[in-house]
């Protein structure tokens, strides 16, 4: 029995030398692997590439990978030792250098990872789920998944993953959603709200996503995510009349024109000029646009007219200058400058607010109702918005495009009134201003209209005390 | 701006209604206590709960106060009530950042970056506060362990 229980003790056992052997090769590549790792959460965190265009230690296109693990052999007496000893040895020889280990080092960390959260979303047990799509680089529409959560003081919301999708239907992208949960041991049951950009294969009544989702569990409350709200009012409302989409054209061709040449720009520099490219996603930051048209005025128009006079230059670009420079000072145009400068600067400030993680939705509507009542103050400006935009530069013509038209003067038959026609400040007031801030006010309350089931169920928790 | 107690009782019991799988009737009593003991809170108590713009009571800064007092079980359904509410999600800028990290992974270079690789890299490099917090010791464990014993049966 003695002996048994000394047989059990490593030391006097007969394979002694081979255990203490496999221990000390066991602790050596654990200190490898701790290298290994820390290099790929490295790389992985900052969304560098990994690999080069070979796997040669010592060569300089062996990519970020091997890159950063011989900076490290420098200092670090071990794993230059393995270096020496491992590297370069081919297919066969275990020295964990390799794509494949790597491979597999990222794909174990990221499911870790991914665990972390199905277990943090299982103990919050109520989730949101947002989705959105958008194609990539190789024309493949990625469609991501994002839960958001409450847990211990903080709102979560964490990236769950792409899925490549075949189908745009509402259907069939909730057939992909729910496989997801069903895989990742998530209940639709504790879903209790969903968010998603207006598109209407998501946010469809019928047959969208939301709707789809809706069935499985009423309780999952569609939520059109604000950000694209303000984006819509934005986009229908400048798209409402002629002058501001006009307005919007002038302001994407002026950026065009001075930054297709680096002649035009280096001109537009000198005159401290600054033009700015409308963005394609997000509306209000057209504000950028605006605002460096309203401030820097005086620059482009010199640039435009430096441009226009200047003789070296080509026929088609001096008439392009000059063009531009005449559209500029039309007084509609400054209007629409001052006008969506005052709108927009408020909008875009309100929406980087509405990203906040930790926001919550009455405070969301709250902030679109402050913005619609500055909209309501800002429809008994117009003349203070003339006066601004007359102001904005001497070279501004004055008077409306349609005063110094030729009136056509009808005849009149007997009995026959004549109509009265608005012309001059009056008509742009009634035609345009009125026009834009009105459908800006009306799109307002048709988007925060969708929130105002939510508000109605929780809103009192604003004002329980 | 506040609501009488009639008021509460009544969209509490909305609240109820519509959630009756997670709420029980026991909020509008939670509620009754709640109230007032929130109103006879030192001065100093307000600006801890309300947000900075609005100056409304903010929900979710009362979840954490209640969180922080330890009072969970006390008001366990306005516990859960308030959880529901922050879980509602307002805007997906995450989607929209996740986009921005997808294009600088997946780029002109890395265009033939498999669907897999890609949510994997996109989640490590969206996540890596998370991916920071964990310890990968036991990975790198199991790991070797599991090479070792195939390179020794080779």
């Known amino acids: 029995m003695v002996d048994w229980m000394n047989f059990l003790q490593k030391d006097s056992r007969i394979d002694k030398e081979l255990v203490k052997q496999m221990e000390s090769e066991i602790e050596y590549w654990t200190e490898i692997l701790k290298r290994i790792v820390a290099v790929i959460r490295f790389l992985a965190e900052r969304g560098l590439p990994f690999r080069g265009t070979n796997e040669v230690i010592g060569s300089p296109d062996n990519g970020n990978y091997l890159g950063i693990i011989e900076l490290l052999a420098q200092f670090d007496p071990l794993l230059k030792g393995h270096l020496i000893n491992y590297a370069n040895k081919g297919r066969g020889n275990v020295s964990y250098l390799s794509k494949t280990i790597c491979e597999e080092l990222i794909d174990l960390m990221s499911k870790k990872v991914l665990n972390q959260i199905i277990s943090e979303i299982k103990s919050a047990k109520y989730w949101g789920i947002i989705v959105d799509s958008t194609p990539d680089l190789s024309h493949v529409d990625q469609l991501s998944v994002i839960f958001r959560y409450y847990l211990n003081g903080h709102v979560h919301e964490r990236f769950v993953c792409f899925l490549q999708i075949k189908s745009h239907t509402g259907e069939q992208q909730s057939i992909d959603i729910l496989r997801l949960l069903e895989k990742y041991g998530l209940n639709i049951k504790d879903c209790r709200a969903q968010t998603y950009d207006n598109a209407s294969n998501m946010s469809g009544k019928y047959s969208g996503l939301q709707a789809c989702l809706k069935k499985e569990n009423e309780l999952a409350v569609y939520v059109p995510c604000?950000?694209?709200s303000l984006n819509l009012v934005g986009e229908c409302s400048v798209n409402e009349n002629i002058h501001s989409a006009n307005f919007f054209?002038?302001?994407q061709n002026l950026y065009n024109f001075f930054s297709s040449s680096t002649h035009r720009w280096n001109i537009l520099q000198q005159e401290n000029g600054k033009v700015t490219s409308l963005s394609i996603t997000r509306w209000s930051k057209r504000a950028d646009a605006v605002s460096a048209l309203v401030n820097n005025f005086a620059g482009i128009y010199n640039a435009l007219n430096?441009?226009?006079n200047d003789e070296t230059q080509k026929l088609d670009t001096r008439h392009e200058a000059s063009s531009l420079k005449n559209k500029i000072i039309k007084l509609e145009n400054a209007f629409m400058a001052v006008l969506w400068h005052a709108i927009l600067s408020r909008f875009d400030a309100t929406n980087s607010y509405l990203q906040k993680v930790e926001l919550d939705l009455n405070v969301a509507t709250i902030m679109m109702f402050s913005l619609i009542e500055y909209l309501k103050n800002l429809r008994g400006d117009f003349?203070?918005?003339?006066?601004?935009?007359?102001?904005?530069?001497?070279?501004?013509?004055?008077?409306?495009?349609?005063?110094?038209?030729?009136?056509i003067t009808k005849k009149l038959n007997d009995g026959e009134k004549e109509q009265e026609k608005l012309s001059g400040s009056d008509k742009f007031r009634v035609n345009t201003f009125y026009v834009i801030v009105d459908k800006l006010i009306a799109e307002m309350h048709k988007r925060i209209e969708a929130y105002a089931h939510i508000t109605y169920t929780f809103g009192f928790f604003y004002v329980i005390f | 701006m506040t609501i009488?107690?009639?008021?509460?009782?009544?969209?509490?019991?909305?609240l109820i209604k519509v959630y009756h799988e997670d709420l029980q009737t026991d909020l509008i009593y939670e509620l009754e206590q709640l109230v007032p003991m929130m109103k006879s809170q030192p001065q100093d108590f307000l600006t801890k709960v309300q947000d900075e713009k609005s100056n409304l009571i903010s929900p979710f800064k009362v979840l954490n106060w209640l969180v922080e007092k330890q009072m969970i079980d006390v008001f366990p359904n306005v516990y859960i009530a308030l959880r529901i509410f922050v879980t509602i999600p307002i805007a997906n800028s995450e989607a929209e950042r996740s986009f921005s990290v997808l294009k600088r992974i997946k780029n002109m270079y890395r265009a033939v970056i498999l669907d897999e690789r890609l949510t994997s890299l996109t989640r490590l490099a969206i996540e890596s506060e998370l991916l920071r917090l964990i310890e990968f010791d036991d990975l790198i464990h199991d790991f070797v362990i599991l090479k070792l014993r195939k390179k020794n049966f080779n």
């Open chain 2, 4 to 14: 009488s107690a009639d008021e509460i009782k009544k969209k509490a019991e909305n």
């Open chain 1, 249 to 251: 054209y002038l302001l």
């Open chain 1, 306 to 308: 430096q441009l226009a």
């Open chain 1, 226 to 228: 604000v950000g694209h």
């Open chain 1, 383 to 407: 003349s203070k918005i003339e006066k601004n935009s007359k102001a904005l530069n001497t070279v501004i013509i004055q008077e409306y495009y349609d005063v110094n038209k030729r009136k």
